[in-house]
């Protein structure tokens, strides 16, 4: 069967923070709510939005997390169409991308962003025809469920013992075990590193050319 490295996307292949944390801040005081700290708002990336509300404001019922991120949404669109959002990749990740597909990889994205929010960014970057698989919130529970690696699995007709899911958070790192694929925690994402060996991760790559080095050494 084929091998199948999925990525997370925000904190892993593009940094998003700054406007994940724009919009965050925006919805909350549009709703008359304290906008929680930054630090806060990094530690719920890769979640639903629904899920990230209820992590920051768990005493507030569940019509209210959901208003929120339709809030947040509408944020983030506002942003977007304001030419504010940034999503910079990180350095040496186009190059793993290609190094991976010569070495007879297929690749996946399993995200928390929306199908809209994924597209425009890989597009942007112009990485887009890297993936045979796209994996979002729209169509899954949230991470650290693991249905959005159980999915691409299947389109990708990939082996799950053979394959990795790459992210740079706990809900990653849960996610792979629960799915049967090998967890791998990157570095310079939003969760420490020794959080991501904590909640399973088989591997920590520093930088990009460490994920590589590890799936040569794992054919």
């Known amino acids: 069967m084929n ?14 923070q700054a ?5 965050m801040e925006q919805c909350f005081v549009e709703a008359g709510l304290a906008a929680p700290p930054r630090e806060r708002t990094r530690r719920v990336v890769g979640l639903s939005l629904a899920e990230a509300m209820a992590t920051l404001l768990p005493e507030a019922e569940e019509a209210i997390h959901r208003s929120l991120a339709e809030r947040y949404k509408k944020a983030f669109h506002g942003l977007r169409g304001r030419g504010l959002v940034e999503e910079p990749l990180y350095d040496g990740i186009p190059e793993l991308l290609g190094t991976l597909e010569a070495d007879g990889w297929l690749l996946g994205v399993a995200t928390g962003k929306s199908d809209r929010g ?6 942007h970057h112009g990485l887009s025809a890297h993936f045979c698989t796209l994996q979002t ?3 899954h529970p949230s991470k ?5 690696i159980e999915a691409a699995l299947g389109d990708a007709g990939a082996d799950a013992a053979a394959s990795m899911m790459i992210g740079d958070t706990t809900y990653d790192m849960i996610m792979a075990k629960a799915a049967g694929v090998t967890a791998v925690g990157v570095a310079w994402g939003y969760h420490d590193p020794q959080e991501l060996l904590a909640a399973g991760a088989d591997f920590i790559a520093v930088t990009p050319a460490d994920i590589a080095t590890l799936m040569k050494a794992d054919a």
């Open 137 to 139: 919130a729209d169509r």
């Open 144 to 148: 650290p469920h693991p249905s959005m």
């Open 3 to 16: 091998r199948l490295a999925i990525f997370d996307c925000d904190g892993t292949l593009v940094d998003g």
């Open 19 to 23: 406007s994940i944390c724009l919009a």
């Open 118 to 123: 994924l597209g425009l960014c890989l597009a």
